[in-house]
């Protein structure tokens, strides 16, 4: 099985920001609910966790795609490989306004 890029996960909040896919709320806290912590999301069968600082987006900390692959944080050490990162800034607003919407 092939591994998680970073690219995968980002194609993934790409398709949120142009409303091409559907946010939902993962298991626990939601997005209004955290200030500090994980948040867990899911974008159709994908499970995604974020990682919320200070009321702000920060990284991505891993996910399980529905095909079983999984990527942790680790797989995105180098700077400028989180998903998160390779948004541009019209994506990212977009993705945070579908994040508080939930």
Same mark, same amino acid.
């Given at each position: 099985?092939?591994?998680?890029?970073?690219? =995968?996960?980002?194609?993934?909040?790409?398709?949120?920001?142009?409303?091409?896919? *559907? $946010?939902?709320?993962? #298991? %626990?806290?939601?997005?209004s609910e955290? =200030?500090?912590?994980?948040?867990h999301v899911?974008?159709?069968?994908h499970r995604? *966790? $974020?990682?919320?600082? #200070? %009321?702000?987006?920060?990284?991505?900390?891993?996910?399980?795609?529905?095909?079983?692959?999984?990527?942790?944080?680790?797989?995105?050490?180098?700077?400028?490989?989180?998903?998160?990162?390779?948004?541009?800034?019209?994506?990212?607003?977009?993705?945070?306004?579908?994040?508080?919407?939930?």
């Amino acid at each position: 099985m092939s591994r998680v890029s970073a690219r =995968d996960v980002y194609q993934l909040f790409r398709d949120v920001a142009l409303e091409q896919k *559907a $946010l939902r709320p993962g #298991a %626990g806290a939601s997005w209004s609910e955290t =200030d500090t912590g994980a948040v867990h999301v899911c974008i159709d069968a994908h499970r995604i *966790a $974020l990682f919320k600082d #200070a %009321g702000e987006l920060h990284h991505c900390l891993g996910c399980v795609l529905e095909d079983g692959r999984r990527a942790g944080q680790e797989a995105w050490n180098s700077p400028g490989t989180d998903p998160l990162e390779l948004l541009s800034v019209w994506e990212r607003s977009q993705l945070l306004k579908r994040l508080q919407q939930l």
